[in-house]
């Protein structure tokens, strides 16, 4: 991805779902035409919809706000003054809640379960990590559908 190719990470993500822009449009509530716009860089969401696409999409809002909106990094910090046991807790619960994301990778509910109990065993500081443990116990386990 170009350096201000923030479109992009929208196109990927509503391409990963199978979603046009017309349906993602309709999703989030504007025209096609711009969904268009933003996937091309040619405007910036507001925080209203930028918020409705990180929903639709499955996307992290707070990487989303930190890309499109680099500043606001500087004013709200970046997260690291949250006690541990809040981070934790908030992302299990912001994986697991994640519909689209969990759909797009194909979790299961057994593996769910899994991935509660390593929320409960071992801080996990980030719901895309829960991504990169799923992907490890998947390529050590012998699944023939895998």
Excluded: C
């Excluded at 409960?120 to 990590?129: D, F, I, M, Q, T």
């Excluded at 990169?132 to 895998?146: E, H, K, W, Y």
């Amino acid at each position: 991805m170009k350096k201000n190719d923030h479109g992009a990470v929208i196109r990927a993500a509503r391409e990963s779902l199978g979603l046009s822009q017309r349906k993602l449009a309709a999703a989030v509530g504007v025209k096609a035409s711009h969904i268009a716009y933003i996937e091309g860089n040619q405007r910036r969401p507001s925080m209203t919809l930028l918020r409705r696409l990180a929903q639709v999409l499955g996307l992290d809002r707070r990487e989303m706000l930190f890309v499109w909106y680099p500043d606001a990094k500087f004013l709200i910090g970046d997260g690291h003054n949250m006690g541990e046991a809040t981070r934790k807790r908030d992302a299990w619960k912001e994986f697991a809640s994640n519909r689209p994301l969990l759909r797009r990778h194909g979790v299961t509910p057994a593996e769910l379960r899994v991935l509660k109990q390593v929320s409960l065993l071992e801080h996990v500081s980030s719901p895309k990590h829960f991504l990169f443990v799923l992907n490890a116990i998947r390529q050590a386990g012998d699944s023939p559908d895998r």
